[in-house]
T-cell receptor, first 115, second 113 residues
Framework: KAGVTQTPRYLIKTRGQQVTLSCSPI?????VSWYQQTPGQGLQFLFE???????NKGNFPGRFSGRQFSNSRSEMNVSTLELGDSALYLC??????????????FGPGTRLTVL | KNQVEQSPQSLIILEGKNCTLQ??????????LRWYKQDTGRGPVSLTI?????NTKSNGRYTATLDADTKQSSLHITASQLSDSASYIC????????????FGAGTRLFVKA
């Protein structure tokens, strides 16, 4: 079973530009969550998509947006990049085993550097 | 308020020694608790997952315990290796018609030769 894939793995942008990150979840998983992780910080929740609909949203500005396609692949977009957006962006794919627990698997992440 | 607190924030141990990481949570209604290992610059990898009825779960040299009454969990690493140097994240999920996940800030473990 293939794991969660994220592309690109590394990205360098300049302030003011925009960026799109991609995540392909594990086959059969319908939920995709995005997280931002900056050095020394824990994972900060961005948003979660389930069946092409945003189900939950964290406390990030509107410059951060996302979408999910019918095949469950998800994209995250950040517009008007700021230096503080430099971070590791992680995508997590979730499947549900009844009501017992939710499996959540993380991708390798995209390292975004804003210059 | 649903929170997950981990201690210590960081830890340095010698190779071959054991260590225990702590996780306290105030999450309700509790569904499950997971421990992840995250190497620097990589995505977290699941070590163990426990539901309400499970007290102990092992994965090789990693053993997690859960006390649902006191809302505490621990991760014990036996005979540490240099490759155990990583961040260990405690994650608690609650279920209220849908799953919600609360992350701890993590414990940074350094294993020295």
């Amino acid at each position: 079973k293939a794991g969660v894939t994220q592309t690109p793995r590394y990205l360098i942008k300049t302030r003011g530009q925009q960026v799109t990150l991609s995540c392909s979840p594990i086959s059969g998983h319908r939920s995709v969550s995005w997280y931002q992780q900056t050095p020394g910080q824990g994972l900060q929740f961005l948003f979660e998509y389930f069946s092409e609909t945003q189900r939950n949203k964290g406390n990030f500005p509107g410059r951060f947006s996302g979408r999910q396609f019918s095949n469950s692949r998800s994209e995250m977009n950040v517009s008007t990049l700021e230096l503080g957006d430099s971070a590791l962006y992680l995508c997590a794919s979730s499947g549900v085993r009844g009501l017992t627990y939710n499996e959540q698997f993380f991708g390798p992440g995209t390292r975004l550097t804003v210059l | 308020k649903n929170q997950v607190e981990q201690s210590p924030q960081s830890l340095i141990i010698l190779e071959g020694k054991n260590c225990t990481l702590q996780c306290n949570y105030t999450v309700s209604p509790f569904s499950n608790l997971r421990w992840y290992k995250q190497d620097t610059g990589r995505g977290p990898v699941s070590l163990t997952i426990m539901t309400f009825s499970e007290n102990t779960k092992s994965n090789g040299r990693y053993t997690a315990t859960l006390d649902a009454d006191t809302k505490q969990s621990s991760l014990h690493i036996t005979a540490s290796q240099l490759s155990d140097s990583a961040s260990y994240i405690c994650v608690v999920s609650l279920y209220t018609g849908g799953f919600k996940t609360i992350f701890g800030a993590g414990t940074r473990l350094f294993v020295k030769a």
